[in-house]
């Protein structure tokens, strides 16, 4: 089977860091994106790791660890507009598998 | 570019009916995929699509769904008869090996709303 496994809801109050937790197991693995969903609006792209590491993209930041099948979004300096829907994805050939998605809400 | 669109926004109807769902992806891309999302079942891939060729039908709950890429422009998705429970958002999403920033990118349309009574 496949399973990507997150945090059902974070919260957190403006300035601070969070970090989102993913957890994966799947039947193939080429790599991890993430995506952002504000209520009422379509996923858009984040961050994609095909290695294990940190990626940076800006406030932003992306970790895998493939041995432990593993990763993290990890959100810097948060704003309000950062409240929305956060999913990991595994890239498996040419398709996502999306995970449930974490819900984070940013408090003033 | 205009990016994904996708037609009607917005679909009421009664069950037994027939809904059709469209989408124009971006100009250049050769992937289009099909998403369904409920709150129960989260982010579903439906199929998929390269050159407009059905690469992976799996995620298709049943016979009553069917999905066709006539042209490189232009995909729809077809429920006959349709029922309650297929009540959810359906998203249509592009990407291309060759564009964007990440090839894997993949680009999201608006999302069709469908709700069948």
């Known amino acids: 089977g496949q399973s990507l496994e997150q945090p059902s809801e974070v919260t957190a109050v403006e300035g601070a860091i969070v970090q989102i937790n993913c957890t994966y197991q799947?039947?193939?693995?080429?790599?991890l994106s993430w995506y952002q969903q504000h209520d009422g609006g379509a996923p858009t792209f984040l961050s994609y790791?095909?290695?294990?590491g940190l990626e940076e993209t800006g406030r932003f930041s992306s970790f895998l660890s493939r041995s432990d099948s593993y990763g993290y979004l990890l959100l810097q300096e948060l704003q309000m507009k950062d409240s929305a829907s956060y999913f990991c994805?595994?890239?498996?050939?040419?398709?996502?598998?999306f995970g449930t998605g974490t819900r984070l809400q940013v408090f003033p | 570019d205009a990016g994904v669109i996708q037609s009607p926004r917005h679909e009421v109807t009664e069950m037994g009916q027939e809904v059709t769902l469209r989408c124009k992806p971006i100009s250049g891309h050769d992937y289009l995929f099909w998403y369904r999302q409920t709150m129960m079942r989260g982010l579903e891939l439906l199929i998929y699509f390269n050159n407009n060729v059905p690469i992976d039908d799996s995620g298709m709950p049943e016979d009553r769904f069917s999905a066709k890429m006539p042209n490189a422009s232009f995909s729809t998705l077809k429920i006959q008869p349709s029922e309650p429970r297929d009540s959810a958002v359906y998203f249509c999403?592009?990407?291309?090996?060759?564009?964007?920033?990440?090839?894997?990118?993949?680009?999201f349309g608006p999302g069709t709303r469908l709700t069948v009574l």
């Open positions: 799947t039947s193939g693995f080429y790599g």
């Open positions: 994805a595994v890239r498996n050939t040419d398709k996502l598998i």
């Open positions: 790791n095909a290695l294990d």
């Open positions: 999403a592009s990407s291309s090996v060759l564009q964007g920033a990440f090839y894997n990118e993949q680009f």
